[in-house]
């Protein structure tokens, strides 16, 4: 397929005009990044923002594969010389896999079959007589005569017939049309339903999926979330699950079958029998698999989009913040680590030395100036909060909880081993809490993103899928907020465009080479980052007090030359120009005259936006959460009680909720706000503060039920 014809397909399928799908693909042909043609390349693909570009991309490898498959098969089936003028044309109008597919399935190299066999007993002309309506029933039992060899694999002439109803079965169950027909009829009108598998009814894993011992909702209606549980009950050993088909399908493929002639018990005998080993099963299959994908992708969707609010959580920026990793048995971590990150001392304290924890917490915060405290959300969390909060006395430093999930992973890690060689690995957790409170994203990113834990059901999902989209993820991240050239670590540096985990570590020796960078220019210094690569990433790194003054901004190097001209052209240098409003307006209102072949207003609505904001962080202002300090644990809830909260995880039924008592509660999506409510992640994010009401303690099932309705506050 030509990128014209790939262009106007998925140009159609998202509703966009075919010359910027065009545009969008030939610069991802070109090798250009999604990042940069975003941002950078507005006026070629006509603004198509980054979601837009990777559906594009996304569609045309869709297309891209459908295409080498058709290529397959139809070199197959003409191998086998069996494609036919009109079989080639019914293959190429094919538009979609599972289309393709029906009609391949019929020559698809396969197992031996039951029809297979009968074929082999040379019986296919008997079911020929019967499926061309040349004999009735009592001339197919005449006519099987015929075929019995006594002396060998057909004895009788019930032998005769039985293999003659498998090919016919077999035919029925995969004529193309039937079975896209019996398909669709089945998702639309389809009953999915779970039964428990005999004798797991009273396991304890069971217990999870008390739900589903018998459950049944239509297709058309099973949510994402109940796919992906029954799947883990059936993977699990507890449930079994299916389709059910309605009376009118089975009743039209019999019907279908016995219109072909006269020997109706005969063909109505091997239809049923097509139906219910062959056809029924076959797309049964299909339609599970259909549901799983669809749900993998939902699942895919809801953890990327946590993950995008997780890492572009608000971050405190450069504070002293003393970190907490708590811990009742071996005792509380700390580190101290200064405002640019880098530890300044760690320790351990003792909750149950009191006296002594509280003067420790007072020296660590009056010896080094702490101006933030980060504590861990883990066990004893909230005792930890309490007590230093006791020690300060109501003075000093912000007490924050912060979600310490994966910190145990990075710990651990080769990335932990070279930036802290001389910690234990107890000790690690502690700074990097404290680093995630400085600044969540950088972080983060140095941990593997499924770890993180701000999803559904990841571990059982398609994986690469779910690293594809969660690299992306990080990938969108980290250039919308863009990177410090001369203090972001190797995990953040490699995700900014184009420039990856090697060249990432080679301008990290380059800059301890030379102790810093000083201009952008410098990157080309750097082994093996060459213009291409450069191209792609400088936008996206910025040097501070660089001895460009557009060095520490978004603004694209190769802009650099029009910016400078608009500078002369009003008479004032080009580090005059930023944040000064007055001539900002003045440029502002004659963007015009700059519009040429390469340069549009967006492009220079983006420069000015950038000069009125150098930078600038796209991310909230930091605003420290906090927790009723008498609600500590699930004891301590009671119905009605309205309490402040931080949004934990988002799922498809709704939202998890940490209100500060080492278990987070449920908002159902009923209960997320006073109308409908179809996706909770358009009412709600990870790290977003809220308030809440508190439905329902069950302390034996470990379940806290809320609701954001009607709460005031």
């Not at 006296?355 to 702490?370: C, G, K, M, W």
């Not at 559904?456 to 779910?466: C, E, G, I, S």
């Amino acid at each position: 397929m030509s990128l014209a014809s790939t262009a106007d397909a998925v140009a159609r399928e998202l509703s966009l005009s075919p010359s910027r799908v065009s545009a969008a693909l030939i610069l991802f042909d070109e090798g250009n990044t999604l990042p940069f043609i975003a941002r950078y390349r507005k006026e070629r693909t006509g603004g198509l923002d980054e979601i837009q570009l990777r559906q594009v991309r996304e569609r045309a490898r869709i297309r891209s594969e459908l295409e080498e498959r058709r290529a397959f098969i139809l070199e197959t089936i003409r191998g086998q010389g069996n494609l036919t003028p009109a079989l080639e044309a019914e293959i190429r109008g094919a538009d979609t896999r599972e289309t393709l597919e029906d009609l391949y399935l019929p020559y698809r190299p396969r197992r031996r079959t039951r029809a297979t066999v009968a074929r082999e007993r040379g019986l296919e002309p008997l079911a020929d007589l019967i499926w061309n309506g040349e004999v009735d029933d009592a001339g197919a039992r005449k006519a099987a005569i015929g075929f019995v060899d006594r002396d060998g694999e057909v004895p009788d002439r019930e032998a005769a017939l039985e293999g003659a109803s498998d090919i016919i079965a077999e035919r029925i169950a995969e004529d193309p049309e039937l079975r896209g027909w019996a398909r669709d009829e089945l998702r639309k009108g389809g009953t999915v339903t779970s039964r428990v598998r005999r004798g797991r009814k009273t396991l304890p894993a069971a217990q999870a999926f008390r739900d589903y011992f018998s459950h049944s909702e239509p297709v058309r209606r099973m949510a994402s979330h109940r796919t992906l549980a029954l799947r883990r009950g059936e993977s699990e050993g507890i449930l079994s699950w299916g389709i059910e088909a309605p009376n009118h399908i089975p009743e039209r493929v019999v019907a279908q079958a016995r219109s072909r002639g006269p020997a109706r018990k005969n063909l109505t005998s091997a239809a049923e029998d097509g139906w219910e080993r062959l056809l029924h099963p076959g797309i049964e299959s299909d339609l599970k698999s259909e549901l799983v994908e669809e749900a993998d992708t939902e699942a895919i969707r809801i953890f990327g989009t946590n993950l995008e609010a997780l890492l572009l959580q608000p971050p405190a920026g450069q504070r002293v913040v003393l970190g907490l990793d708590p811990g009742f048995r071996t005792g509380v971590k700390s580190a101290v680590v200064s405002d640019t990150g880098r530890v300044v001392t760690t320790g351990v304290l003792h909750l149950h030395q009191e006296d002594r924890f509280a003067r420790q917490v007072r020296a660590l915060v009056e010896d080094h100036d702490v101006e933030l405290v980060a504590v861990g959300n883990g066990t004893a969390s909230r005792e930890t909060e309490a007590a230093v909060r006791k020690a300060l006395q109501g003075s000093g430093p912000a007490v924050v909880l912060v979600n310490e999930a994966g910190a145990s992973i990075y710990s651990a890690s080769e990335q932990a081993v070279a930036e802290l060689p001389d910690l234990d690995v107890s000790l690690r957790g502690a700074v990097s809490i404290a680093r995630r409170l400085q600044d969540p994203l950088a972080e983060l990113v140095k941990i593997e993103a499924r770890s993180i834990g701000v999803g559904q059901y990841q571990h059982d999902v398609n994986q690469t899928r779910l690293n594809e989209r969660l690299d992306q993820v990080v990938e969108t991240c980290v250039n919308r907020v863009g990177v410090e050239v001369n203090t972001a670590s190797v995990p953040l540096l490699s995700y900014v465009a184009g420039i990856g985990p090697t060249l990432a570590e080679n301008i990290v020796e380059l800059r301890e080479e030379r102790g810093r960078l000083s201009s952008r220019d410098e990157l080309l210094d750097v082994h093996r980052l060459g213009r291409v690569t450069f191209e792609q990433a400088a936008g996206f790194l910025r040097i501070r007090d660089g001895s460009h003054p557009l060095d520490g901004t978004a603004v694209h190097p190769e802009r650099y030359a029009l910016v400078e001209r608009m500078a002369r052209d009003l008479d004032v240098r080009v580090a005059d120009l930023i944040q000064d409003e007055e001539i900002l307006n003045r440029l502002a209102d004659g963007l015009d005259r700059y519009v040429d072949a390469e340069v549009g207003r967006p492009t220079l609505e983006d420069i000015v936006a950038e000069l009125r904001r150098p930078g600038r962080d796209p991310r909230d202002a930091f605003e420290p959460p906090s927790f009723r300090e008498d609600v500590q644990k699930p004891e301590d809830l009671a119905e009605g009680m309205v309490l402040p909260g931080v949004v934990t995880n988002v799922v498809a039924f709704g939202a998890f909720v940490d209100v500060g008592v080492h278990q987070d509660g449920l908002v159902h999506i009923s209960q997320l706000a006073e109308g409908f409510v179809r996706d909770p992640a358009e009412v709600v994010r990870v790290g977003q503060p809220v308030r809440v009401r508190v439905l329902k303690v069950e302390l034996d099932r470990g379940r806290i039920g809320l609701s954001m309705r009607a709460v005031e506050g």
